[in-house]
């Protein structure tokens, strides 16, 4: 190789070392791990704006290989707090837009839908300490924003029913089964008479009273 070549080769290899890690990570998220490692990078990105205060343009910077221009948006406006080009986040029990506290196990299901991905997650109710909640579903939404993923969407509890349905099959066959009983039960009470009616039937047959459906008569059956 020549020095000319050696120079080129060199430069080439400068190149590629400039180009940011993630690049790629966010042009193709492909299965669930790819998909909790870049969650994990996007809450990292939100928890490093308390390490120090930076101006806005430094703190758009930070979040923008992993949200929307509008999730982006959002959450500067709910936790960035400054003056003067010395913005930051500050430790609160309510922060709106953050990644959710995922336990990123079977627990946490990724669903991919046709122009999405959702990420999603069953949080049983919470009665202690200083935040309580019921039985709840936390979700994100991901879209592709200029051929690269990022988090779209907060969603609590207005998850997409087929969403749910594909994260949680089990629940919703549990949910079509107990729907089909209702309607069975409904179906089976409708048969009886109910209301006045059903009370002046009740005190007949009490006072051995038995309809005749044949010539429609009453006979008492008093001894």
Not at 65 to 93: A, L, W
Not at 95 to 123: G, H, N
Not at 133 to 142: N, Q, R, T, V
């Amino acid at each position: 190789m020549d020095k000319l070549s050696r120079l080129l080769f060199l430069f080439s290899m400068f190149l590629v070392l400039l180009v940011p890690v993630h690049a790629n990570a966010q042009s193709e998220l492909k299965g669930r791990e790819q998909v909790f490692e870049f969650l994990g990078k996007a809450f990292e990105s939100q928890v490093s704006l308390s390490e120090k205060g930076r101006t806005m343009k430094q703190v758009e910077a930070v979040l923008d290989p992993y949200f929307t221009e509008d999730y982006k948006s959002q959450f500067i406006e709910e936790n960035v707090i400054g003056q003067e080009n010395q913005y930051q986040t500050y430790g609160t029990d309510f922060a709106p837009y953050y990644i959710p506290f995922y336990a990123f196990s079977d627990k946490t299901k990724v669903v991919d839908m046709e122009d999405a991905i959702y990420v999603v997650e069953f949080f049983p109710g919470n009665g202690e300490g200083p935040v309580s909640y019921d039985d709840h579903y936390e979700g994100l939404k991901l879209v592709q924003e200029e051929g690269n993923w990022k988090v779209a969407d907060y969603l609590y509890d207005e998850i997409p029913e087929e969403v749910i349905n594909k994260a949680y099959p089990e629940k919703a066959k549990a949910k079509q089964a107990e729907s089909t009983e209702k309607d069975r039960s409904s179906a089976y009470e409708g048969n009886f008479v109910t209301g006045p009616n059903f009370s002046m039937l009740k005190t007949f047959m009490e006072l051995g009273v038995i309809f005749k459906n044949e010539n429609r008569t009453l006979l008492f059956g008093l001894l």
